[in-house]
């Protein structure tokens, strides 16, 4: 029981701190309205199916998409050109704007 309660405990905390949510919503959604609504739409709910939607993705999973695209492991010519100029700072804040975005369900 013991160590059941401990694992529970550890494991609280593991989530709790690896959550690290960093970034300001107000400056990404700003951001976004410059860098991506253009292709992605103003919430992330791309207009149109040949641009992904990237409302409510993780914001972790949104971070490494820019970092990679921005880095060169992912190579999109449009992508890539997007990220070159965001910061750090840009991107934390793109993630966690768009992480907090509802994505729209589309039907076949």
Known sequence: MKNFVITIFGSICLLLSG????????AGKKKAAEVCA????????????????IAGQYKTYLEKSLVEYKTGKRND???SGMAAALTT?????????????SGLKTTK
């Open 19 to 26: 959550q690290g949510i960093t970034g300001d919503l107000e």
């Open 89 to 101: 700072e840009d991107i934390e804040n793109l993630a966690i704007y768009f992480a907090s975005q």
């Open 77 to 79: 010519p449009i992508m």
């Open 38 to 53: 253009g292709c992605h739409g103003p919430d992330g709910n791309s207009p149109t199916p040949i641009f992904p939607k």
